[in-house]
């Protein structure tokens, strides 16, 4: 089980928020049964862009061989 304040990839892309699988979050909030958490998105520039409920088989531990890569992001209406 992941932890709070670990950082996250996400495997699967999440529209409605605007998010796309590669996108790094952190956990703020790991439910106690392990299988979701509440992850929130920052821009480079150190903004919240989104912070969602993720289920645990969505993303992934970062690891040491992942590169970080910008793109932009655009509202969700």
Not at 2 to 25: F, Q, S
Not at 44 to 70: E, I, Q, S
Request: charge should be negative; include cysteine.
């Amino acid at each position: 089980m992941l932890k709070e304040h670990e950082r996250i990839v996400l495997t699967a892309d999440l529209a409605d928020d605007g998010l796309e699988a590669g996108d790094v979050g952190t956990i703020v909030h790991a439910y106690a049964d392990g299988e979701a958490y509440e992850v929130e998105f920052v821009a480079l520039d150190g903004h919240t862009k989104a912070v969602a409920t993720v289920a645990a088989d969505r993303v992934r531990c970062v690891n040491r061989h992942d590169m970080a890569h910008a793109r932009e992001i655009h509202a969700v209406s």
